[in-house]
């Protein structure tokens, strides 16, 4: 069964395929992604890496804590959004004014 490795730290230059070739020193990879922002398309410094389990334990041992294109990357086990703790919005402008006249007659 394929496990899919998060891959964080990586350097801005890092494309698909790099990441792609630097992991099959592990093994064989099913897929490899850098994750880019969508409006500018410039890569957002991390991405994932999906391979069989023994081979995906081998590419964390391998690569946590290594540099990969001039940064020292972090790789461990990627977790679904459902485990991860949930987000808070900081809501936005603050205040609890909501406008209108402060003028007194």
């Known amino acids: 069964m394929a496990k899919k490795l998060y891959i964080g730290g990586l350097s801005y230059s890092t494309t698909d395929d790099g990441l792609r070739g630097a992991f099959e020193k592990a093994g064989p990879v099913v897929s490899a992604n850098v994750i880019t922002d ?3 398309g410039r890569s957002r410094g991390f991405g994932f890496v999906e391979m069989e389990d023994a081979d995906a334990d081998k590419a964390i041992e391998m ?5 990969l294109d001039g940064r020292k990357i972090t790789v461990n086990e990627a977790r679904p959004l459902a485990e991860r703790p949930p987000r808070r919005s900081s809501g936005g402008f603050g205040g609890g004014s909501r406008g209108g006249d402060r003028r007194s007659f």
């Open 38 to 40: 969508r409006m500018t």
């Open 63 to 67: 690569w946590n804590g290594v540099e």
